[in-house]
């Protein structure tokens, strides 16, 4: 027998193969002349007496070749997966996975492959399916996956057989566009996601990815249909005046979450026979503004309605995103920031299961939190980032900095003070979160004594610009950049070389170029010779501060770190010194 499914996917199915020795006492035996052999002795083997041994084969050239082995060299034993099977009923294969829906999502992530995944994610798009409308998405949206994919996700727990007629009808209606079954063939049985899974897939495929794969599946259904089949799709009005024909059958039904996007909705059966038309929404009504808090618990608001923001682990991901002011953080960076140097090994997992949550969370605005590469961003579709406390803050505090009058620039100092609302980023965990909250909580103090405008004219403000640009560079920062940043201010030296450098911040010579590089593409230094590196311009007048951000004993361990590495240059320096007089 020939199994196309790759090897890791047969256990629970019917043929659970294992590898077996076999022997034929003869060429081209047929199956029941088989004999399962003792891997020690090389003897029958007893357990397998009375057992029917079917060889089971992947479509790979090493598995015919043991294949062909075994039929042309009687009595030489070839190692080949074997279903022993007998008369009486197989035990039942093992139940599919249960659990919530972001309990299956993660078994399947982690049992299946990643090209099976995706395709989970395109048939989001549709309801129902059947298992060639499966076939057709993936053949329309990805060229590279094949059937064998289609086949993990029938087995892989996030379907179930549905009996929903209207639905039903309609996907058995592509069937017969695609070709009617022959007679007594039965129809395709019809699935749908389970519960809750439907939404989690959905979240990672936005608005225009959802319409292309609706559009792919059209162009894929051309040459059966005469035509490309119109897309928005056109959706039942009792009040319209257009008319299909009554011949004319739906072929799929788009899941409700494309139908929301795009200003529509699915409404249930009406009362009495038959489903009721779909219906045109209204024009929607602009909602109100989403905005969010960090100088205090990190919260959401739409209008006057909080939003459930979920665990203290999904809050500390928002509050990541949203620092970042729109820019994308990667994975590998979040990770970091939630979990510092010892994550655990599921971080990836559920961090990507956090992003799902928070998009459900934010409703209407869950499409803010985009997949941007490897990580992810909050933004708006023209890159801007959400309404944000601390932004108000910042340009609070701008236009204080600027206004002449006294009184004015007080009442704008403490406009900006009164949006605090306790200890930033209270209650969240992760070193990122702890370097914000210490960030904010310093600003905070600075703005109670500083001075706007500055007592006399000329004077400098008590707070410089380079702090401004010091609070927005931590921003864009790693947590190790940020250290490594404090670091280099210890030594009252103008630059260091990069051997040194890597001396002081005790990491290795390849690490300790790289942070230098990232803190000089992000302008936190220049390079004031090759191979030597000092602070920015703006940057230099904070030296003293950035200095008195670390402990004491850490300001010590640096400068005896540099010691250590200059000691030991010196020494290199002199055995490698031609002898006197030479």
Same mark, same amino acid.
């Given at each position: 027998?020939?199994?196309?499914?790759?090897?890791?996917?047969?256990?629970?199915?019917?043929?659970?193969?294992?590898?077996?020795?076999?022997?034929?006492?003869?060429?081209?035996?047929?199956?029941?002349?088989?004999?399962?052999?003792?891997?020690?002795?090389?003897?029958?083997?007893?357990?397998?007496?009375?057992?029917?041994?079917?060889?089971?084969?992947?479509?790979?050239?090493?598995?015919?070749?043991?294949?062909?082995?075994?039929?042309?060299?009687?009595?030489?034993?070839?190692?080949?997966?074997?279903?022993?099977?007998?008369?009486?009923?197989?035990?039942?294969?093992?139940?599919?996975?249960?659990?919530?829906?972001?309990?299956?999502?993660?078994?399947?992530?982690?049992?299946?492959?990643?090209?099976?995944?995706?395709?989970?994610?395109?048939?989001?798009?549709?309801?129902?399916? &059947?298992?060639?409308?499966?076939?057709?998405?993936?053949?329309?949206?990805?060229?590279?996956?094949?059937?064998?994919?289609?086949?993990?996700?029938?087995?892989?727990?996030?379907?179930?057989?549905?009996?929903?007629? =209207?639905?039903? &009808?309609?996907?058995?209606?592509?069937?017969?566009?695609?070709?009617?079954?022959?007679?007594?063939?039965?129809?395709?049985?019809?699935?749908?996601?389970?519960?809750?899974?439907?939404?989690?897939?959905?979240?990672?495929?936005?608005?225009?990815?959802?319409?292309?794969?609706?559009?792919?599946?059209?162009?894929?259904?051309?040459?059966?249909?005469?035509?490309?089949?119109?897309?928005?799709?056109?959706?039942?009005?009792?009040?319209?005046?257009?008319?299909?024909?009554?011949?004319?059958?739906?072929?799929?039904?788009?899941?409700?979450?494309?139908?929301?996007?795009?200003?529509?909705?699915?409404?249930?059966?009406?009362?009495?026979?038959?489903?009721?038309?779909?219906?045109?929404?209204?024009?929607?009504?602009?909602?109100?503004?989403?905005?969010?808090?960090?100088?205090?618990?990190?919260?959401?608001?739409?209008?006057? &309605?909080?939003?459930?923001?979920?665990?203290?682990?999904?809050?500390?991901?928002?509050?990541? $995103? $949203?620092?970042?002011?729109?820019?994308?953080?990667?994975?590998?960076?979040?990770?970091?920031?939630?979990?510092?140097?010892?994550?655990?090994?599921?971080?990836?997992?559920?961090?990507?299961?956090?992003? =799902?949550?928070?998009?459900?969370?934010?409703?209407?605005?869950?499409?803010?939190?985009?997949?941007?590469?490897?990580?992810?961003?909050?933004?708006?579709?023209?890159?801007?980032?959400?309404?944000?406390?601390?932004?108000?803050?910042?340009?609070?505090?701008?236009?204080?900095?600027?206004?002449?009058?006294?009184?004015?620039?007080?009442?704008?100092?403490?406009?900006?003070?009164?949006?605090?609302?306790?200890?930033?980023?209270?209650?969240?965990?992760?070193?990122?979160?702890?370097?914000?909250?210490?960030?904010?909580?310093?600003?905070?103090?600075?703005?109670?004594?500083?001075?706007?405008?500055?007592?006399?004219?000329?004077?400098?403000?008590?707070?410089?610009?380079?702090?401004?640009?010091?609070?927005?560079?931590?921003?864009?920062?790693?947590?190790?950049?940020?250290?490594?940043?404090?670091?280099?201010?210890?030594?009252?030296?103008?630059?260091?070389?990069?051997?040194?450098? =890597?001396?002081?911040?005790?990491?290795?010579?390849?690490?300790?170029?790289?942070?230098?590089?990232? $803190?000089?593409?992000?302008?936190?230094?220049?390079?004031?010779?090759?191979?030597?590196?000092?602070?920015?311009?703006?940057?230099?007048?904070?030296?003293?501060?950035?200095?008195?951000?670390?402990?004491?004993?850490?300001?010590?361990?640096?400068?005896?770190?540099?010691?250590?590495?200059?000691?030991?240059?010196?020494?290199?320096?002199?055995?490698?010194?031609?002898?006197?007089?030479?």
């Amino acid at each position: 027998m020939i199994n196309p499914l790759p090897r890791r996917l047969w256990r629970g199915t019917a043929l659970d193969a294992r590898p077996q020795l076999l022997s034929a006492p003869g060429e081209f035996d047929p199956p029941g002349r088989l004999v399962v052999c003792d891997p020690l002795s090389g003897e029958r083997d007893p357990e397998a007496a009375g057992l029917f041994a079917l060889p089971v084969l992947h479509p790979t050239a090493s598995a015919l070749e043991q294949w062909v082995g075994l039929l042309t060299r009687p009595g030489v034993p070839h190692l080949i997966d074997t279903a022993l099977l007998s008369g009486t009923p197989q035990p039942a294969p093992p139940s599919p996975p249960h659990g919530s829906a972001e309990e299956l999502l993660t078994h399947f992530r982690g049992a299946f492959s990643p090209e099976a995944y995706r395709l989970a994610v395109r048939l989001s798009a549709i309801r129902p399916l &059947t298992t060639p409308l499966m076939q057709l998405v993936r053949a329309a949206t990805m060229r590279d996956a094949s059937p064998t994919h289609v086949a993990e996700i029938l087995l892989g727990g996030l379907l179930e057989r549905t009996d929903r007629t =209207a639905e039903a &009808t309609a996907v058995r209606a592509l069937d017969r566009a695609l070709g009617a079954p022959a007679p007594g063939r039965p129809v395709q049985p019809v699935y749908d996601f389970r519960p809750g899974v439907r939404e989690l897939l959905f979240s990672g495929l936005g608005t225009e990815q959802a319409v292309e794969v609706v559009e792919a599946v059209g162009r894929s259904l051309e040459p059966y249909m005469g035509r490309l089949p119109d897309f928005p799709v056109l959706m039942g009005d009792d009040e319209g005046e257009l008319r299909l024909d009554a011949s004319a059958r739906a072929f799929a039904v788009l899941a409700s979450p494309v139908l929301e996007r795009m200003g529509g909705a699915v409404p249930g059966p009406r009362a009495g026979s038959g489903p009721e038309p779909r219906r045109a929404l209204p024009p929607a009504v602009p909602s109100a503004e989403l905005r969010f808090t960090v100088l205090g618990p990190v919260r959401a608001r739409r209008g006057e &309605t909080p939003l459930a923001l979920g665990s203290p682990q999904q809050r500390a991901l928002l509050a990541a $995103l $949203l620092l970042r002011r729109g820019h994308r953080a990667t994975a590998s960076e979040l990770v970091a920031g939630l979990w510092g140097d010892e994550p655990p090994p599921a971080a990836l997992a559920a961090l990507r299961t956090y992003a =799902a949550r928070l998009r459900r969370a934010l409703g209407e605005d869950g499409e803010l939190l985009v997949g941007a590469g490897d990580g992810y961003a909050l933004c708006g579709p023209d890159g801007s980032p959400p309404a944000l406390d601390l932004d108000e803050a910042e340009r609070l505090i701008a236009r204080a900095r600027a206004a002449r009058d006294p009184a004015e620039a007080r009442r704008l100092r403490d406009a900006a003070l009164e949006l605090w609302d306790g200890e930033p980023l209270a209650g969240l965990p992760g070193p990122y979160a702890a370097a914000q909250r210490a960030r904010l909580a310093r600003w905070r103090s600075e703005l109670l004594v500083e001075e706007h405008p500055p007592a006399t004219a000329g004077a400098p403000s008590v707070v410089s610009p380079g702090r401004s640009a010091l609070r927005m560079l931590d921003d864009r920062l790693t947590p190790d950049a940020r250290r490594a940043l404090r670091l280099l201010a210890v030594p009252e030296a103008p630059d260091l070389s990069a051997g040194a450098a =890597a001396a002081l911040l005790d990491v290795p010579g390849e690490r300790g170029r790289a942070l230098l590089a990232g $803190l000089l593409t992000a302008g936190a230094l220049t390079e004031t010779a090759p191979g030597r590196y000092g602070h920015a311009g703006q940057l230099r007048p904070l030296v003293r501060e950035l200095r008195s951000e670390l402990s004491e004993e850490e300001r010590t361990g640096a400068l005896s770190r540099l010691l250590t590495w200059y000691v030991a240059l010196g020494g290199r320096c002199t055995l490698s010194a031609p002898p006197a007089g030479g």
